[in-house]
Nanobody, 132 residues
Framework: QVQLEESGGGSVQSGGSLRLSCSAH????????LGWFRRYPGKEREGVAM????????YYVDSVKGRFTISQDGAANMVYLQMDDLKPEDTALYYC?????????????????????????WGQGTQVIVSS
């Protein structure tokens, strides 16, 4: 059983930066995708950034490209989301998510690397608030 734990959320003014961290316990396999979704109040979750641990390939939703960077510390089985130039519309609850080991869906070349049904493991979420 994989357990995910997020940290690093908080409040920041527009244009500021935050760094989220996600540690994955229970699986040392690198054949999986690990990354981030977010949920706006009253809306469904959307994929934000994902990383295939095996190759380091990354995937981003268009709205964060050029502002957010996902990276990994493979030895520590952790991923990070560096969020720069934050905007009020980035305010959301951010979740760490993982695919099953041995099924790195984000790297399959599908149109949507963030298909939620392919991510059975989720963290509790960490709040990000960006004020204007």
């Amino acid at each position: 059983q994989v357990q995910l734990e997020e940290s690093g959320g908080g409040s920041v003014q527009s244009g500021g930066s935050l760094r989220l961290s996600c540690s994955a316990h229970g699986s040392s396999s690198r054949s999986k995708c690990l990354g981030w979704f977010r949920r706006y109040p009253g809306k469904e979750r959307e994929g934000v950034a994902m990383l295939y641990l095996g190759s380091g390939s990354t995937y981003y939703v268009d709205s964060v490209k050029g502002r957010f960077t996902i990276s990994q510390d493979g030895a520590a089985n952790m991923v990070y989301l560096q969020m720069d130039d934050l905007k009020p519309e980035d305010t959301a609850l951010y979740y760490c998510a993982s695919t099953l080991q041995g099924r790195p869906f984000c790297a399959y070349g599908e149109d949507n690397p963030f298909k939620e049904s392919e991510y059975p493991y989720w963290g509790q979420g960490t709040q990000v608030i960006v004020s204007s």
